[in-house]
């Protein structure tokens, strides 16, 4: 690159973040040559396995029969819990989740036994020769049912504020009722699989599509009864992950490992779809009781929740998401009283786990759905009433969970959208409309955003990087974080090339493995840029000092002087290449490689008292939403979109969009069209994409305007960046609110709609019919 004029201004006109670049894999996604787990070419002798799983919800083990399996064509062996030569244990938290069942099944779907056989088809044909006889047992399938009957996984958490009871009696308005989300199955396009390989001395490598890699050496490590020092887990990339393979990777990785060890050769365990959907854990659904007081201008004054999720049967990540939802029950919105209780539901069903928000937004859309009856009860517009409960700058900015918001900026967010949306005109022009058409009815809202960011367990807030550079003066860097789609490798590259004056071709991305960076965090929480990018920020600036030490040993001048841009170094008037720069330093023995580490400063959490400082900052956000509703069968359509998203400083404002644009079609889903059923025998019948609707490219609205709000992190995160991959999960509340609104229009805005999520169409002609009934 040529760069006019003097080196500093050479230097202020070079970067290499802050603009958009393509996805480091793009290209090789779009020709089908982004190598995944299944594509790694097998080794000779591989073996296939397949799991053997329960048919019945909640039952003892009275007697299997597995001789029909074991003669099956194929078959190298069958293992039971008996065979586990260490821990038959993959829980990341509490250690209540068995690999394989020992005498009781607590789902449809747990698995019981593994098949190894010469081909995947073999193996899962032989698991379905097993005769298992059961003594049934009472199973407990809803977040309902767990509460009646006290049944939960862990205790109850409570936080508490002011005082509710006092706050209430004062209130001249109290609002109160319940309201049902259901779950939400993360559907990544790449399945669970693991590929374990024995290597000499007890070592095993597993290729394995993770979000952890270091929980699965754990795991490994431990249902073998070895070191984690034999374990090397490695992870290119994922086909999409979600939250589903942070700690849920770890039943594949460890059955497909114990099958490598106890036959000594390579063991693939790919999941069909099907069988992926029935044992795998899901979004939480969530159960709420609320009672609010608010005055007649719609302030809220006082605030109780309770909050029953569907934990499944095991605690799983169950209790961090269920601390999240409580959180982020206030969203943008300031509570002064508030009495707020959340509980994890022991179901015989999946153990439910992660997924992109991680009871973020479980617990917000409660309180929207709250200010939603407020204003329809006052005769006034929603998005009146959210501005006026909206947290402060200076007074009414101290979260219930005792967290100063010392970044607000959703009042001048929510303005700027208000005005590019025209939502004023637009509102009036439906209103326009809906009185005109008795059939199609069309529905607006607005909906904020505020999402604290950092994972609320403190130690996990660290990261590790390697940076190395080769002779040529090209870059290699290996990091914690996992790609998984969403960019993380491409923003890291970036970060490096910027701290090193490089382009973006000349540094690569290696692939995340446990024997280059150790202990590492889930990529999860939206911190993976944050953390990894800092760590490898950090690594990459002592190779750069060390370098301008060099530079200026050579050419003269001060180290601190030396700068790095446009592909070269400049030090007290001499521009020399960076590769040459290189091979001089090699020959003097400098150092060309360097670990970074990076720990978030200034995060602190009492989980008993459920007060602290668990974010690192906030990202906020806005979206504006309109439907049209056929009243008559319930099918609705989402014609346009208007998001704002606080993506910070962007790293690549072209990534960012893209994960605003994915997030709110899958929100959208989750609150729309992707239900999730149980038949009464605990079997989950919406186990495939046949009976499972997740949105299509005709569900995305034809109108879809997403910008991202000019900012700058008050925190020093990584280029005063901010997270992009759960907060805008939140944004498509605008179209569950919008359809609500629409179903209101029917009884001409008197009745608050008894809308449950997913608004499936079922669910949206209930709901008119009990508008319709109450007017």
């Known amino acids: 690159m040529n760069y006019p004029g003097a080196p500093e201004l050479k230097a202020a006109a070079w970067t290499a973040v802050g603009v958009s670049r393509p996805h480091e894999s793009a290209e090789l996604h779009v020709l089908g040559q982004a190598t995944y787990t299944d594509d790694i070419p097998e080794v000779q002798g591989t073996l296939h396995a397949a799991l053997g799983l329960s048919s019945k919800a909640h039952a003892l083990i009275e007697n299997a029969d597995l001789s029909a399996v074991r003669a099956a064509p194929g078959v190298v062996a069958v293992y039971t819990v008996a065979d586990i030569p260490g821990t038959n244990d993959c829980g990341p938290i509490i250690h209540d989740d068995p690999i394989l069942a020992d005498g009781l099944v607590q789902y449809v779907g747990q698995p019981i036994f593994i098949v190894v056989a010469d081909t995947h088809d073999n193996a899962r044909r032989a698991a379905r020769r097993a005769k298992i006889d059961y003594q049934e047992l009472p199973a407990i399938l809803t977040p309902q049912e767990a509460k009646a009957a006290q049944s939960y996984v862990l205790p109850p958490m409570r936080l508490e504020r002011g005082d509710a009871q006092a706050a209430f009696e004062r209130a001249p308005h109290v609002v109160k009722g319940k309201l049902y989300v259901g779950g939400q199955e993360q559907f990544y396009l790449e399945g669970q699989i693991a590929y374990a390989i024995p290597k000499e001395n007890k070592g095993m490598l597993v290729q394995c599509s993770t979000q952890h890699p270091s929980e699965m050496q754990h795991v490994v490590a431990h249902a073998l009864g070895l070191h984690s020092h034999h374990v090397q887990v490695e992870c290119r990339r994922m086909g999409g992950g979600f939250g589903g393979k942070e700690s849920q990777s770890a039943l594949w990785a460890a059955a497909a490992a114990i099958s490598a060890s106890k036959t000594r ?82 179901t015989n069903t ?32 929603a998005y009146d009433i959210r501005r006026l409960n909206f947290y402060g700058k200076t007074e009414n900015n101290v979260t219930p969970y005792g967290q100063e918001i010392v970044d607000n900026i959703i009042d001048e967010l929510c303005a700027e959208l208000e005005e590019s949306s025209e939502y004023r005109a637009r509102r009036a022009a439906i209103n326009a409309f809906n009185s005109g058409s008795p059939v199609l009815k069309k529905g607006l809202a607005f909906t904020p955003v505020k999402f604290g960011i950092a994972f609320n367990v403190t130690h996990l807030n660290q990261a590790g990087a390697l940076v190395h550079v080769y002779v040529d003066g090209s870059v290699i860097v290996n990091h914690g974080g996992t790609e998984m789609g969403q960019g993380i490798n491409t923003k890291v590259m970036q970060v490096v090339a910027h701290e090193l004056g490089l382009d973006l071709e000349h540094v690569r991305a290696s692939a995340t493995d446990t024997s280059k960076v150790a202990n590492t965090s889930a990529t999860a929480a939206s911190t993976g840029a944050d953390l990894n990018g800092k760590a490898a920020q950090d690594a990459a600036r002592q190779i750069r000092e060390r370098l301008a030490q060099f530079a200026a040993g050579q050419y003269g001048g001060e180290a601190a002087d ?139 609205p034809e109108d879809f305007r997403v910008r991202l709000f000019e900012n700058r992190n008050v925190e020093d995160s990584i280029h005063r960046s901010k997270a992009v991959g759960e907060p805008p999960l939140l944004l498509p509340f605008s179209v569950f609110f919008a359809i609500r609104d629409a179903v209101s229009s029917v009884g001409d805005h008197k009745v608050n709609p008894p809308l449950n999520a997913p608004a499936t169409s079922e669910e949206i002609l209930r709901a008119i019919a009990a508008v319709e009934a109450a007017s």
Request: negative net charge; proline residues 4%.
């Open 562 to 700: 030396v700068r790095f841009f446009g592909n070269q170094a400049h030090a007290n008037g001499h521009s020399v290449d960076f590769a040459e720069l290189v091979q001089k330093a090699y020959l003097a023995r400098v150092q060309l490689w360097s670990d970074g580490f990076y720990a978030t400063p200034h995060l602190h959490w009492n989980a008993k008292t459920m007060n602290g400082h668990p974010f690192s900052y906030y990202a906020y956000g806005a979206a504006v939403a309109e439907v049209v509703v056929d009243t008559l069968t319930g099918e609705w359509k989402l014609l346009r979109a208007d998001a704002l998203y606080d993506a910070g400083q962007s790293l690549n404002p072209a990534i960012d969009i893209g994960q605003v644009e994915g997030a709110f079609i899958q929100g959208m889903g989750w609150l729309t069209t992707e239900e999730l059923w149980w038949n009464p025998a605990g079997k989950l019948m919406t186990h495939a994409p046949s009976t499972y609707k997740i949105p299509g490219i005709s569900d995305c």
């Open 350 to 381: 999946q153990s439910n786990t992660a997924f992109r928000g991680f009871g973020g937004p479980q617990g917000a859309i409660a309180i929207e759905y709250v200010i939603d009856e407020i204003a329809r009860n006052l005769g006034r517009d």
């Open 265 to 346: 050769r390579p063991v693939k365990l790919r999941a069909d779809r099907d069988d992926d959907m029935m044992v795998t854990g899901k979004r939480h659904c969530f159960y709420y009781e609320y009672e609010v007081g608010y005055d007649d201008s719609g302030k809220i004054v006082a605030a109780k929740v309770d909050m029953t999720s569907r934990a499944g049967f095991s605690a799983d990540l169950s209790g961090p998401v269920a601390t999240r939802a409580v959180c982020h029950f206030d969203n943008a919105y300031y509570l002064s009283d508030v009495d707020i209780r959340a509980a994890c539901g022991k």
